[in-house]
């Protein structure tokens, strides 16, 4: 959801939601409104000769969507596994595909205007999937920028 209020100056901040998700121990977001769902781990079909990042496709109520792992996709070596991972289902301009991730968080609120550039580290490939970053008390969230992430070019 997206909402347009006015700071002290009169100038328009705009209010997005973002889920928190976790791509091994890295936190990351994306604007709840890019998300279908969010589902646990289900068959996967392999696709022959898909980049190694590419896990397989699966058949959602007759949709076939290709899943990514995000964390290869990353750079950050493979998901692992287990309870806590999920397939974020998100609708891009082909139809639907989805990335796995470690495990999903919250949904916070946040103004577009407190992103700031990702920082020098993040630069090279995995940096380049990122859009910007939002500082917490403790922590940076970096946003993903959906469409670079599923570009299939490498």
């Known amino acids: 959801?997206?909402?347009?209020?006015?700071?002290?100056?009169g100038k328009a901040q705009k209010n997005?939601?973002?889920?928190?998700?976790?791509?091994?121990e890295a936190v990351c977001v994306m604007n709840i409104l890019q998300i279908q769902e969010i589902?646990?781990?289900m068959q996967l079909t392999p696709v022959p000769q898909a980049p190694e990042y590419v896990m397989g496709v699966l058949n959602l109520r007759g949709k076939i969507v290709t899943i990514?792992?995000?964390?290869?996709?990353?750079g950050l070596g493979d998901t692992a596994i287990d309870d806590n991972s999920r397939n974020i289902i998100v609708n891009t301009h082909d139809g639907s595909a989805g990335v796995l991730v470690s495990r999903i968080s919250d949904v916070v609120a946040a103004e577009?205007?407190?992103m700031e550039k990702p920082p020098?580290?993040?630069?090279g490939i995995q940096g380049s999937f990122f859009a910007?970053?939002?500082?917490?008390e403790n922590t940076l969230i970096g946003v993903l920028?959906?469409?670079?992430?599923?570009?299939l070019e490498e």
């Open 120 to 123: 020098t580290n993040m630069s």
């Open 16 to 24: 997005i939601e973002l889920a928190t998700f976790y791509v091994g």
């Open 112 to 114: 577009t205007s407190s």
């Open 132 to 136: 910007g970053v939002f500082k917490t």
């Open 1 to 9: 959801m997206q909402e347009t209020t006015m700071d002290g100056d």
């Open 68 to 74: 990514l792992d995000l964390a290869k996709k990353l």
């Open 145 to 151: 920028d959906l469409d670079k992430v599923m570009g």
């Open 39 to 41: 589902n646990k781990i």
